[in-house]
């Protein structure tokens, strides 16, 4: 797989995690997430954890309909992934970081 190397080496990537609580799916997200994160991208990434029981109207500005849901919000277009992150290969497809 590639890493963040591979890429242009000011690219940061912004990310934002909206979950719900402490639940199960949302506790998986967020390791799932930090760990495919500090794997692939170092420390050349933004994370920022949404609680939407916190935040909600932060949830109703990007319309959320499913959670947990992971935007990226750069580099390139915004993405969306739905779920705990536990696809390791569909989440790097979704950052762009993929073999394509």
Known sequence: MPKFDDACEDEVYRLRLFVTGASPNSTRAITNLKNICEEHLREKYELEIIDIYQQPLRAQDEQIIALPL?????????RRLIGDMSNKERVLKGLGLADM
Do not use: R
């Not at 992971?70 to 915004?78: C, N, V």
């Open 70 to 78: 992971l935007i990226k919000k750069a580099p390139g277009i915004e």
